[in-house]
């Protein structure tokens, strides 16, 4: 288990997990589905009966002319029951949504705890980045913490660029006076070219966006059931 903690995650591994949390994300919400439906169905039931009982007691109290009121009163109550009903497990499935993603958001900041771990995975993100703006000289801006681990890591992610690219040089700019803010991002990098005219945001927030993105219409789908 140590072993596995302590290796570096390759590029394949990195978007393993990411296959990992959507299928955890899906499954968590087949299970919450069915349990917001099982909920509503009971609520409605007790909410039927007694409506079937209020009926019956009214039907015996009142003439037929009465009764025809109290059927349209009894149509109204059932469609706001059905309302309610209908609102409830839709604020139940946002809150499920928004739960889903704030784990996902963890699991990925967990990856920050490990040292080694984390550099391989912020080796792969910038990395990544280098390879969609493919130009020869980059800004990198970090949190303020992350800094002096990347430093120790310019000289391979340069080494590796360059065999990858075939270019005959690259330059790598550690911001040092604008940071990502820790309140808003829990790690990863943003990627600029040197002009700052194209970037790409590789950090874990903006992968947990992506991710939110992606798997959303299977999940609501799911919720549907």
């Known amino acids: 288990m140590s072993q596995a903690l302590n290796s570096p995650l390759s590029d394949s ?5 990411l296959i990992k949390m959507q299928t955890f994300i899906k499954k968590e919400a ?27 007691v009214l039907i015996q109290q009142n003439n037929a002319n009465k009764l025809k009121k109290l059927n349209l009163q009894n149509e109204i109550v059932k469609s706001t029951i059905n309302n309610k009903m209908r609102l409830k497990i839709l604020e139940n499935k946002n809150e499920i949504l928004n739960t889903l993603f704030e784990s996902a958001l963890k699991h990925f900041k967990s990856f920050t ?13 910038i990395l990544e980045g280098l390879y969609k703006i493919l130009e020869t000289s980059f800004i990198i801006k970090l949190r303020e913490q992350d800094v002096k681990l990347v430093e120790t890591l310019l000289k391979e992610i340069e080494e590796e660029y360059i065999a990858q690219t075939g ?5 790598l700019i550690i911001s040092d006076n604008e940071f990502l803010v820790p309140d808003h991002c829990s790690g990863g990098c943003i990627i600029s070219n040197k002009e700052n005219k194209i970037s790409v945001d590789n950090t874990f927030d903006e992968r947990v ?14 919720l549907d059931l």
């Open 13 to 17: 591994q990195v978007n393993d997990e």
């Open 30 to 56: 087949e299970e919450k589905a069915k349990e917001i439906i099982l909920k509503a169905n009971q609520e409605y039931e007790i909410e039927k009966q007694s409506l079937v009982k209020e009926e019956i």
């Open 113 to 125: 705890s490990n040292e080694e771990q984390y550099k391989s995975i912020l080796k792969n993100l």
């Open 167 to 171: 270019l005959p040089s690259v330059e």
């Open 209 to 222: 966006k992506i991710l939110k993105h992606e798997s959303l219409p299977a999940i609501r789908k799911i």
